[in-house]
């Protein structure tokens, strides 16, 4: 089967850290960039990043460089997404999502809440 | 970045009529570089609609979009109850990728 599942929800404190993982199954791993969305309560999704899991190249959006690292273990085919220096505006769920031959994000995860309070 | 304006913000219609979500972008995006997502409470985004018109595996023929430069519209013909949901577009021609802010349709 097709999917992406993610780890369970996080609480945080301001100025922690926070790492979701992505395991993935039922396709070539290596094949489809992730990429990692979040969402904020009530707005549209965020795009953060990107990882190519075959050869670890990394591009991140320019709000998050500097905060976000995103890798990969092919082994166990699974992304991870690691956010630091959090405060409340990291409150939010955070997904993964595949990205098919043509750019479309056809595959997402089920979404990890993240809560970042004091 | 491209900044994608949606509207309504709100769509107030009941089960048989017709929606209609129109997407406006900032500036020129490529027709195979757009696409639409639907999002029910408490799910992930699903996709939708790619390259504009095409719609992804298992999506229902009453979904169709289309649209050009910097204009675009998703329209749901015969709306479903599974139909009342959120959608975003979604732009990712010039980096980095971008949704709008989401269109409501509700009952």
């Known amino acids: 089967q097709v999917q992406l599942v993610q780890s369970g929800a996080e609480v945080k404190k301001p100025g922690a850290s926070v790492k979701v993982s992505c395991r993935t199954s039922?396709?070539?791993?290596?094949?489809?960039?992730l990429h990692w969305v979040r969402q904020a309560p009530g707005q549209g999704p965020e795009w953060m990043g990107r990882i190519h899991p075959n050869s670890g190249d990394t591009k991140y959006g320019q709000k998050f460089q500097g905060r976000v690292t995103m890798t990969r273990d092919t082994s166990i085919t699974t992304g991870y997404m690691e956010l630091s220096n959090l405060t409340s505006d990291d409150t939010a769920i955070y997904y993964c999502?595949?990205?098919?031959?043509?750019?479309?994000?056809?595959?997402w995860g089920q979404g990890t809440q993240v809560t970042v309070s004091s | 970045d491209i900044v994608l304006t949606q509207s309504p913000g709100t769509l107030s219609l009941s089960p048989g009529e017709t929606a209609t979500l129109s997407c406006r972008a900032s500036q020129f995006v490529r027709l195979s570089h757009l696409a639409w997502y639907q999002q029910r409470p408490g799910q992930a985004p699903r996709l939708l609609i790619s390259g504009t018109s095409s719609r992804a595996t298992g999506i229902p023929d009453r979904f169709s979009g289309g649209g050009s430069g910097t204009d675009f519209t998703l329209t749901i013909s015969r709306l479903e109850p599974e139909d009342f949901a959120v959608y975003y577009c979604q732009q990712y021609h010039i980096p980095p990728r971008t949704f709008g802010q989401g269109t409501k349709v509700e009952i």
């Open positions: 999502a595949r990205d098919d031959p043509y750019g479309d994000l056809d595959l």
């Open positions: 039922g396709y070539r791993f290596t094949a489809y960039y």
